[in-house]
């Protein structure tokens, strides 16, 4: 079939697919952008050679100091079941084949540190423990006990030792920990690890102290890390993962604004392609 072609028709046709000529070198030269990009390296440790073992020095560990606000469980075990009850929330019970018998209170299980970082520990009353660790405060309580039983054993652990994980993660969340020794990469396990658009070379701790908040930046990229001091986290830290800036730039851009662009483009690429129908 032959199809003959006035010239308007001819003209606007020509127009026609200049104009679609324009646009796809527009889209073939955004795609060929978009594509020179640079890749974003997602590889933690990338500086660490593949084919060599590498030593790198243990990062310093610090036993956390206790600071008002934290709540501590303390366990008092002696030779005497009967003793246990004047040092340990609870309740005498019973008595069975002559030994004493002890319900603990579940409500009752930890000792919450005050603003002058006292605790009131059964019958030795408030004794302060701010600034102390664990191995400190069992010294601290065998002191006390000293005249009233012999070879305690003391127990102490953190109940409420968290750290929060915000920002380019898959699960951003606040964890309480059953240990206090937590490393940064242990977190952002928890958190799901980091989401593709983490800006993996910026990292960011926030540690509260009592000269005040000090900031930390990591390069997750970098084997350095393993060996900061701030590998190992701190109660109460919280870590931020930035997000890469097309990340950003995606979310400041309006998804209406978007979708109205797009049928818009739709609607214009249609309105050229049956323009003789259309307007005949």
Same mark, same amino acid.
């Given at each position: 079939?032959?199809?003959?072609?006035?010239? $308007?028709?001819?003209?606007?046709?020509?127009?026609?697919?200049?104009?679609?000529?324009?646009?796809? %070198?527009?889209?073939?030269?955004?795609? /060929?952008? /978009?594509?020179?990009?640079?890749?974003?390296?997602?590889?933690?440790?990338?500086?660490?050679?593949?084919?060599?073992?590498?030593? %790198? =020095? +243990?990062?310093?560990?610090? &036993?956390?100091?206790?600071?008002?606000?934290? *709540?501590?469980?303390?366990?008092?075990?002696?030779?005497?079941? &009967?003793?246990?009850?004047?040092?340990?929330?609870?309740?005498?019970?019973?008595?069975?084949?002559?030994?004493?018998?002890?319900? =603990?209170?579940? $409500?009752?299980?930890?000792? !919450?540190?005050?603003?002058?970082?006292?605790?009131?520990?059964?019958?030795?009353?408030?004794?302060?423990?701010?600034?102390?660790?664990?191995?400190?405060?069992?010294?601290?309580?065998?002191?006390? *006990?000293? !005249?009233?039983?012999?070879?305690?054993? %003391?127990?102490?652990?953190?109940?409420?030792?968290?750290?929060?994980?915000?920002?380019?993660?898959?699960?951003?969340? !606040?964890?309480?920990?059953?240990?206090?020794? #937590?490393?940064?990469?242990?977190?952002?396990?928890?958190?799901?690890?980091?989401?593709?658009?983490?800006?993996? &070379?910026?990292?960011?701790?926030?540690?509260?102290?009592?000269?005040?908040?000090?900031?930390?930046?990591?390069? *997750?990229?970098?084997? =350095?890390?393993?060996?900061?001091?701030?590998?190992?986290?701190?109660?109460?830290?919280?870590?931020?993962?930035?997000?890469?800036?097309?990340? /950003?730039? =995606?979310? $400041?851009? +309006?998804?209406?604004?978007?979708?109205?662009?797009? %049928?818009?483009?739709?609607?214009?690429?249609? /309105? #050229?392609? $049956?323009? +003789?129908?259309?307007?005949?």
């Amino acid at each position: 079939m032959i199809v003959f072609l006035t010239g $308007n028709t001819f003209g606007f046709y020509l127009k026609t697919m200049k104009l679609t000529r324009s646009i796809t %070198i527009l889209l073939l030269f955004g795609i /060929l952008s /978009l594509s020179s990009c640079a890749k974003r390296n997602l590889t933690y440790f990338r500086d660490i050679n593949q084919e060599s073992d590498l030593t %790198i =020095q +243990n990062a310093p560990f610090e &036993e956390p100091r206790i600071i008002p606000g934290d *709540m501590i469980e303390i366990k008092v075990s002696t030779l005497n079941p &009967e003793t246990n009850v004047l040092f340990n929330y609870g309740v005498l019970s019973a008595e069975r084949r002559g030994e004493a018998q002890v319900s =603990q209170d579940p $409500n009752l299980r930890g000792y !919450t540190v005050d603003s002058n970082g006292f605790i009131e520990f059964p019958t030795l009353g408030a004794i302060k423990i701010e600034g102390l660790n664990r191995d400190e405060v069992k010294a601290l309580l065998r002191e006390k *006990m000293a !005249t009233l039983v012999r070879d305690p054993k %003391i127990e102490i652990r953190f109940l409420n030792f968290k750290v929060t994980v915000l920002g380019e993660v898959n699960r951003p969340s !606040t964890f309480t920990v059953p240990t206090e020794r #937590i490393t940064v990469l242990e977190a952002l396990g928890l958190a799901g690890d980091m989401t593709a658009f983490a800006l993996r &070379e910026n990292v960011l701790l926030i540690r509260e102290t009592p000269q005040g908040k000090v900031l930390h930046r990591f390069d *997750m990229g970098e084997s =350095q890390v393993l060996s900061s001091p701030y590998f190992y986290l701190k109660q109460n830290d919280v870590i931020y993962v930035e997000a890469d800036k097309k990340k /950003l730039s =995606q979310a $400041n851009v +309006n998804p209406n604004v978007v979708t109205a662009l797009s %049928i818009a483009s739709s609607l214009f690429v249609a /309105l #050229i392609f $049956n323009y +003789n129908q259309i307007f005949k």
